[in-house]
């Protein structure tokens, strides 16, 4: 069951609700239709908060931000669409140059950003996972608080994403297996999947993914005021997807200085990440939940059996989409990704053989003949 407050009022009879949540959202959205009022006397307006729960959990803390309506001769329909609190992270813009120093870590970080744009009251920070101190922190005129914020969670790993209460939340994949086998088996009585589609998409993989950083000078002082030139030069971090022609390179200037194991890291993760995006596989179920009881919910691991597909294994869930409509029911999609998404470690599978190494571990030159 999916029930919508708005201003803290319940509504129902709407002829469609969809609610998309990603485990890489930091708002997640929704969208609900009716045809039963006139416009004009419609109680649900442009502005107001809605809050959004299914089967009794909250999935949605945010506002209604856009509204269409459509008319013709047989019927008239409005439509209603809104985001989580967590969209004026992600909208508003920076202002004057901003730089945070005392040794603060990621959480602080973003509780300081959402304080200057009024929503430290509104929203709170979960951090699911512990990150390192940052020396310091800036952002620039015009920047958004999501891009600023999102520049020192990819440098950690980590993912900045939001809860059912409009919360940003530092996470990492925290999920258990769960006992829910999802099956499409020909034959088979007790097949839960409705309907199935599997992509595999290389367009967006690289063999080599090559990062480098100029070390900040202000932070490589030794005890005695000096700067040795081995301090100050760039750093360097390599990863190889070896399933991938050799042809296929992908360069980037790291956002801040870093070290050379950091940037390694930093490189095997952006492999990892674009291998595991590179194979979707997308199902749609009957129902919000699954059979321990508790809604579909990204950072799960799920069990799947698909002969028709040949897709088989434990998948990450990825998203989740929620719709409920006059004509289809209460139905879920889901969209899976490799079971080690979004992990510093890949796991051994058949689609990857990635290797690491920091710039101390390799020759510059063999990597770039003639510089």
């Not at 440098?155 to 996470?171: E, K, P, Y």
């Amino acid at each position: 069951m999916i029930t919508i407050e708005v201003n803290g009022v319940s509504y129902d009879g709407f002829t469609q609700v969809i609610i998309k949540r990603g485990f890489t959202n930091l708002a997640n959205t929704f969208s609900f239709q009716s045809t039963d009022l006139p416009v004009s006397s419609y109680p649900i307006k442009q502005g107001d908060s809605c809050v959004i729960k299914v089967d009794g959990e909250s999935v949605i803390n945010g506002f209604i931000e856009k509204t269409s309506i459509r008319i013709d001769s047989q019927t008239h329909m409005i439509t209603f669409e809104g985001r989580d609190i967590t969209a004026d992270v992600i909208d508003s813009t920076l202002s004057g140059d901003n730089e945070f120093t005392g040794n603060i870590d990621l959480p602080e970080l973003c509780r300081r950003i959402l304080k200057k744009l009024n929503l430290s009251k509104s929203i709170k920070v979960v951090a699911d996972t512990q990150t390192p101190k940052l020396t310091v922190a800036s952002a620039s005129t015009g920047q958004t608080a999501f891009k600023f914020l999102s520049k020192y969670a990819n440098q950690q790993q980590v993912i900045l994403n939001t809860d059912g209460s409009g919360n940003i939340v530092i996470t990492r994949p925290t999920a258990e297996t769960i006992g829910t086998n999802l099956r499409m088996i020909q034959g088979d009585n007790s097949n839960n999947i409705l309907s199935a589609t599997s992509k595999f998409d290389d367009t967006k993989r690289f063999n080599i993914y090559f990062m480098s950083s100029q070390a900040n000078p202000s932070f490589i002082f030794d005890k005695a005021g000096n700067i040795e030139a081995k301090d100050v030069v760039k750093k360097f971090g390599k990863s190889l997807d070896n399933d991938i022609r050799d042809s296929r390179q992908f360069f980037v200037v790291a956002d801040n200085p870093n070290d050379n194991e950091t940037i390694a890291k930093r490189t095997e993760w952006e492999a990892n990440f674009r291998r595991s995006q590179s194979f979707s596989y997308t199902c749609v179920v009957q129902g919000f939940s699954y059979e321990e009881g508790s809604i579909w919910t990204p950072n799960l691991k799920v069990p799947i059996d698909d002969d028709i597909s040949d897709v088989h294994g434990v998948f990450f869930l990825d998203s989740v989409q929620y719709s409920l409509s006059v004509q289809g029911g209460s139905k879920t999609k889901l969209k899976f990704v490799t079971e080690d998404a979004y992990q510093l470690q890949a796991e051994k599978q058949k689609r990857t053989a990635q290797t690491s190494s920091s710039a101390g571990k390799y020759d510059f030159s063999k990597l770039f003949p003639g510089t």
